[in-house]
């Protein structure tokens, strides 16, 4: 059962400690509809709340004077985003007054400073959060009642949403912000880890839209159905949900995708609606996008183009216009790189496929999935309630799962199943899974890991022998194969660009001394050898520029700049008597 | 050439502790949160209620003094003619400083809607005045009913926020620093 989304509302006034009776805050959480979870001070219960809410003032207080601390909030926001229940948002007021108490008030008296919009102690949070690898995933709100347009600039970063009027935001406004960029669980998706949270959210935006096509990538058993039907209860489209599955060559796909007319082939015995026509004002599915035949390519162009959406019956002559949300899904990455139409894929807006998380890389929700299958099956087969042992769920939470949740399912069906009279699932229970156990992974960062993320840092001065060493060990497992789909070469390509550059720049140094460049002496220069022979420099230039040809194919092509020559003379070295390219004539003098 | 715009940090700041300090921060918010719970009596706890009626409710008879002083010297303090009472400008001879003032202050007066501002302001505190005194009226001055009643007038309460909104809109909206014509 999925839990209330739990906030973090920083602000001096309605985050100050409960010692004393602090109405402004038991009534802002009453006008929000939150529930009050802070410390001990718990404040009056609110019906239906849409939230739980963690206040923090943000400040620290003496007994004279009232200091905001930077460090303090850092650490409250990272505490509550480590582990579950874990932030859905942040709202982070601007202004916050600080200085002596006021002897009658018990309030800080303030600090002309802290009117100063460039040094709003509520954007230094921003600015802090941001700063922070762990943190920066965070959504942020900004929750003030002063002047937005002064800091309209300084908040337009990355992960900050929205800048709220704080008297305008009400329940609604609140589960308005959640809705839109809070990391919400759901009732039917079981998990709470960051990666499924923030591919809900991604899932939850695009619905919004309305008309529009949205691509699913993610490997088999993560849920690409399940997610499917949650874009379609989030829409909250009036039509039903048609899925359609799409196998290797099936040639009844048209058929059942567009539909027919009495006569158009043989077996077609009546009119028949496709599914398209069936999901009119609703969501249409493909499962295996795939898999889709090249010959239905073509039709299916004018039902993806969202300008157009028509569809035609097989032997009907008349269109039909259509009201759809289109959701893609497969799990061949590979598809974004070749073997598609790229048109195809372009109006399937696989620019921004919502990427499905594996369960390597949501171990947090094991335990959560465990037990739900477990007592799903418990039910269904009328099997003992049983415990399930910590050894067994850290054998589980350690496996690798290439079935993804599919595959943990069907293991705790088969841990039922076989035995059914027990009421203690120990580690023998699941022992099929043993040796299954991945290699040790780092934790994901922020889990909101996307194709964008950062890869791992480079030791810094390396020599380029270590560079290329580097690179050349650099091998990208699977997993992280498919979260790059489509950019692995574009990477690859600046990598080229890269490599020819230095090469270009130590060709051209070379010629300082000796009138031409030498290519030798150049990748002497670049590896910082004393001594090099003809046949390690030729092959230094073979790797250096063989990394992506395409990519520099136009610096190879400009005589100018000596790398095509250069190139062609180390292709053409044989057994260290090698030559080296004069300047314009390449490949003619002995290196 | 741009020229820089010159606050007069006394009356912005005295519009912000009021605006923004208590009017938003503090004042709406209370209302607002009040009004939740009249929508859910079970809910609402009458030590809060209570409280709510006999400390911050009240606020607002003083407040709204500091609101009157504050439009009422908006013209004073946020004309370019304020300008002339420092540095440069004060040093000029009194009689050139006197015509140059007036004119200047008429012509921002020409300029700018400052009477349209200022009379919009005066008229949404003249509305949350007399709403909040329907209230009063209603309310009564015995602390164990005022909670009883004000369960009745949700309505009132409504009408009272949402001119208390309007006036901490139309006071948002006067110029934060002295429009130079």
């Given at each position: 059962m999925k839990s209330l989304p739990r906030i973090l509302i920083i602000d001096d006034v309605y985050g100050r400690a409960m010692e004393a009776e602090n109405r402004d805050r038991q009534l802002f959480c009453a006008r929000l509809g939150v529930r009050d979870v802070t410390g001990r001070g718990a404040a009056a219960s609110v019906e239906n709340p849409v939230a739980e809410a963690v206040l923090h003032s943000g400040q620290m207080r003496t007994d004279r004077r009232v200091e905001n601390d930077l460090e303090g909030v850092v650490e409250c926001v990272r505490a509550g985003w480590?582990?579950?229940?874990?932030?859905?948002?942040?709202?982070?007021?601007?202004?916050?007054?600080?200085?002596?108490?006021?002897?009658?008030?018990?309030?800080?008296?303030?600090?002309?400073?802290?009117?100063?919009?460039?040094?709003?102690?509520?954007?230094?949070?921003?600015?802090?959060?941001?700063?922070?690898?762990?943190?920066?995933?965070?959504?942020?709100?900004?929750?003030?009642?002063?002047?937005?347009?002064?800091?309209?600039?300084?908040?337009?970063?990355?992960?900050?949403?929205?800048?709220?009027?704080?008297?305008?935001?009400?329940?609604?406004?609140?589960?308005?912000?959640?809705?839109?960029?809070?990391?919400?669980?759901?009732?039917?998706?079981?998990?709470?880890?960051?990666?499924?949270?923030?591919?809900?959210?991604?899932?939850?935006?695009?619905?919004?839209?309305?008309?529009?096509?949205?691509?699913?990538?993610?490997?088999?058993g993560t849920g690409?159905?399940?997610?499917?039907?949650?874009?379609?209860?989030?829409?909250?489209?009036?039509?039903?949900?048609?899925?359609?599955?799409?196998?290797?060559?099936?040639?009844?796909?048209?058929?059942?995708?567009?539909?027919?007319?009495?006569?158009?082939?043989?077996?077609?015995?009546?009119?028949?609606?496709?599914?398209?026509?069936?999901?009119?004002?609703?969501?249409?599915?493909?499962?295996?996008?795939?898999?889709i035949p090249g010959a239905a390519q073509d039709k299916l162009m004018r039902l993806l183009d969202t300008g157009i959406r028509e569809t035609q019956r097989i032997g009907d002559s008349r269109t039909r216009k259509l009201d759809l949300q289109v959701v893609l899904a497969t799990n061949r990455f590979e598809i974004l790189k070749d073997g598609f139409r790229r048109d195809l894929l372009q109006r399937a807006n696989a620019g921004n496929p919502i990427l499905l998380p594996p369960l390597r890389q949501r171990r947090e929700d094991i335990p959560l999935l465990v037990e739900f299958f477990v007592r799903r099956h418990e039910q269904r087969l009328g099997a003992e309630h049983r415990e399930i042992s910590t050894g067994a769920m850290e054998l589980l939470q350690a496996a690798s799962w290439p079935g993804n949740v599919r595959e943990l399912e069907n293991e705790m069906l088969k841990a039922v199943s076989d035995y059914r009279g027990i009421r203690y699932l120990s580690t023998e229970h699941?022992?099929?899974?043993?040796?299954?156990?991945?290699?040790?992974?780092?934790?994901?960062?922020?889990?909101?890991?996307?194709?964008?993320?950062?890869?791992p840092e480079v030791e810094q001065h390396l020599s380029l022998q270590g560079v290329m060493e580097e690179m050349d060990q650099v091998e990208f497992d699977i997993e992280s194969r498919e979260l790059w789909a489509g950019q692995l070469m574009g990477c690859q390509g600046v990598y080229a660009r890269l490599m020819a550059r230095y090469l270009q720049a130590a060709l051209a140094a070379s010629a300082i001394a000796s009138g031409e460049p030498r290519p030798t002496t150049a990748i002497r220069m670049l590896l910082g050898r004393k001594t090099l022979r003809t046949s390690d420099a030729a092959s230094t230039i073979k790797r250096l520029l063989s990394v992506s040809r395409e990519a520099i194919a136009d610096l190879l092509a400009d005589e100018s700049l000596h790398l095509g020559g250069t190139l062609r003379w180390a292709e053409n070295l044989r057994g260290g008597a090698g030559r080296r390219p004069a300047a314009g004539q390449p490949g003619k003098k002995k290196g | 050439m741009t020229r820089e715009p010159v606050v007069i940090e006394d009356w912005e700041s005295r519009r912000s502790r009021f605006n923004h300090d208590w009017l938003k921060n503090r004042h709406l918010n209370r209302l607002d949160g009040f009004l939740a719970l009249l929508a859910s009596p079970a809910a609402a706890p009458p030590d809060l209620l209570a409280g709510f009626l006999q400390h911050d409710l009240v606020e607002w008879e003083k407040k709204a003094g500091e609101a009157r002083d504050l439009l009422a010297r908006f013209e004073d303090e946020m004309s370019p003619r304020a300008c002339f009472s420092q540095p440069p400008l004060c040093l000029l001879p009194a009689a050139r400083r006197e015509w140059l003032a007036q004119d200047l202050h008429d012509l921002w007066r020409a300029r700018y809607p400052v009477s349209d501002w200022v009379a919009a302001a005066r008229e949404a505190l003249h509305e949350a005045e007399q709403a909040y005194h329907v209230l009063e009226n209603l309310l009564g001055p015995h602390a164990g009913e005022r909670v009883k009643q004000a369960r009745t007038l949700r309505a009132e309460f409504v009408a009272f926020a949402a001119a208390c909104r309007r006036l901490g809109d139309c006071v948002a909206r006067l110029p934060h620093e002295i429009l130079i014509v």
């Open positions: 480590r582990h579950w229940p874990r932030w859905a948002l942040i709202l982070i007021d601007m202004h916050f007054q600080t200085g002596p108490l006021d002897p009658a008030t018990g309030e800080p008296q303030g600090d002309p400073r802290d009117r100063d919009p460039a040094r709003y102690f509520g954007l230094q949070i921003i600015d802090r959060l941001l700063q922070d690898k762990e943190l920066a995933g965070i959504p942020m709100v900004i929750l003030s009642s002063m002047e937005r347009k002064q800091i309209e600039q300084r908040f337009a970063r990355r992960g900050v949403f929205a800048f709220v009027e704080k008297d305008q935001l009400n329940r609604e406004g609140l589960d308005v912000l959640l809705w839109e960029h809070g990391f919400l669980e759901d009732d039917r998706i079981v998990g709470h880890s960051l990666p499924i949270l923030a591919a809900l959210r991604a899932a939850r935006r695009v619905s919004r839209i309305g008309n529009t096509n949205m691509l699913l990538l993610g490997e088999t690409k159905e399940l997610v499917a039907d949650y874009i379609h209860r989030t829409s909250r489209r009036e039509g039903p949900l048609r899925k359609i599955f799409v196998r290797a060559n099936d040639d009844m796909f048209a058929a059942d995708l567009f539909g027919y007319v009495k006569g158009a082939f043989t077996g077609a015995m009546r009119d028949r609606a496709g599914e398209a026509e069936l999901a009119h004002q609703g969501t249409l599915f493909f499962d295996e996008f795939g898999n699941v022992d099929a899974v043993r040796g299954r156990e991945a290699v040790p992974v780092a934790p994901v960062p922020a889990a909101v890991a996307s194709p964008r993320s950062p890869g | -």
